[in-house]
């Protein structure tokens, strides 16, 4: 019976094109404006680990007491006299403090007028490398032996390893950042999560260029300039060995806990930090500490950018706006229909056979929309830098799972369009009818 619906709604569909094409145009493009900008929302609020984010925490310490708090919360980084405190009791199954780095550096072989590289990278210890899964494609990263004396060694991206050196195994050779020569002991594979949950908390277009021991950097003033926020407002960037002492907070922390139960502990343990601080007058307040695993973390400071959340609402809008239009036509086109539906009634149509045939019908109006959503779609994802800044377009994929999603939606929502229509349809008296014509 599929096959004989099938055909009696290409016939009805062929009878009038005008109508037909219109209606799969609503649908293709409702459907192409939600499923654009939930590519894009999809993009900015996934999980940048997602099979690892719920051990991974970000530790808070309140170092600037309850006249500088925001909502009662304390800084989101550390100052450097906690974050080595940390470090050195190790109380997490892997930890390390964080600390952002640009630098503009001359690409070897390079000739005279030859433009600089601008690069970014981050300062961090030994286990960041196993703690977040970086991926290699030569060597690994340094050594706790090597933290421990302030090593100048480098682990560089691919894309920054094909720009200094043409690509290739590159461990073991020389490379100089910030006016050091560091030795090169692995290449990393592409690795960009997106935001950069262990430090910036923001969306970034490009991978770090490379990653430098922190404790080598700290000895040898590569952060003499890094940016810092202290309670008083002050800027401490002339003088790196005051911030050093400070209260001011510029590091980040991550720290892996492998249980619920680590977790609580590390809790107590940040707690009977600040006691122990308060009771030595540093903090003169009751501690005041968080720690939040990696989803929990983005969620509180807002990562997924509002306007991303109004476009898709706006967008799923459109949709509704199509979807109600599409229900006009079906009704229209249904009802005109009237004598047809009253003579097979007549001949003893069930109202459920009624339902399958114009369902039949509204489902291949949906599977042309469905198939001008992809186009339109596709051209969405490419287009979307127009409207939003590049760093969050550049997250949009079309890939297979949108794909499939858009096709749904479009039969889905056309086949929903469709109830009432069918429904009044199916209502008509074919007596009455009959008599009418």
Known sequence: MFAYYLELAVRSLRRSPGLTALMMLAIGFGVAASMTMYSVFRGVSADPIPWKSSQLFVPQIDAWGPGHRENGEPPITLTYIDAMALMRQHRGLRQSAIAPIWRSITPPRSSPGTDLIETRGYAVYSEFFPMLDLPF????????????????VVVISDHFNQEMFGGGNSVGKTIAIANHDYRVVGVTKHWNPQPEFFSLFRFQPAEPDFFLPLSFAVANNVLSDIASDCANGQSLRTDFAALLR??????SYMVELDSPAAAQAYRQYLDAYASELQQLGRFPWKPNNR???VPAFLNYRQVVPSGTRVSLLVAQGLLVVCLLNTIGLLLAKFLRRSGEIAVRRALGASRASIYAQFLTEAGVIGVGGGLLGLLFTAIGVLSVGVVMPARLAALARFDPTLLSLTLLLAVTATLLAAIYPVYRASRVPPALQLKAS
Request: aromatic content about 8%; some cysteine.
């Open 246 to 251: 400070s209260d001011c907070v510029w590091l």
């Open 137 to 152: 494609h030569h060597g690994s990263g340094w050594s706790a032996g090597d933290d421990e004396h302030r090593a100048a």
């Open 291 to 293: 720690l939040r695993d």
